[in-house]
């Protein structure tokens, strides 16, 4: 059922997208829908975007949890994570048609909860390199990278690129870490 949302919302976008359209692309009825998520559409496009996000975090954390160094770790899961969200056709269709429908989600205080995931989910795997607070805000700052060039794009950096993601890791990522190391966390 969830695969089938995420397949119209690629092909419609959110708001063209009914649950008689999900019912269809999953081959059931709209009663089947309605007793699956008793919430409605709402609930379909909420537990498809929490999928979609575990997901990326399945994508992101098997890089994180294999390398052998805090660089490669990084630039691995930030090139995995780039790719898995340049390929989503739904996120992709929601940037270029109902941009508005992710501001709500990536900024203010509904924000919070996804860093706070990311953190939880991805936090321990680079604990091997670097303190637990420092792990836990440097999962935030890949994080909001992520989403910042994901929800507007650069031409210059390219988080599916490795030669940029190397980039940004090595001058920008690494030495905040290292500062990081030297001031004790309040």
């Known amino acids: 059922m969830l695969d089938a ?21 999953a081959r059931c009825s709209r009663a089947t829908v309605y007793r699956l998520f008793p ?10 975007a929490r999928r979609e996000i ?3 975090l399945e994508v992101v954390g098997s890089p994180l ?5 805090l660089e490669t770790a990084l630039v691995d899961a930030m090139v995995a994570a780039g790719g898995f969200l340049k390929r989503n056709a739904a996120l992709q269709t929601i940037i270029a048609h109902e941009p508005e429908l992710l501001l709500p989600v990536v900024s203010f205080d509904q924000l919070d909860p996804l860093l706070a995931a990311c953190a939880a989910a991805l936090g321990p795997l680079v604990e091997r390199f670097v303190d ?3 792990a836990a805000e440097l999962i935030e700052w ?10 507007e794009p650069s031409e210059r950096v390219d988080l599916s690129r490795r030669q940029d993601v190397e980039r940004l890791v090595q ?4 030495p905040g870490v ?9």
């Open 39 to 48: 919430g409605g559409k709402q609930l379909v496009l909420e537990s498809a």
């Open 132 to 134: 637990p607070t420092t």
């Open 171 to 174: 001058r920008h990522l690494l």
């Open 65 to 69: 949890a294999t390398a052998h160094s």
């Open 142 to 151: 890949c994080a909001r990278l992520m989403i910042s060039y994901t929800s």
């Open 5 to 25: 949302a995420v397949v119209c919302i690629a092909r419609w976008g959110v708001a063209k997208t009914t649950l008689e359209d999900v019912a269809r692309e």
């Open 178 to 186: 290292a500062v990081a190391a030297l001031v004790p966390s309040s």
């Open 54 to 56: 575990e997901r990326l």
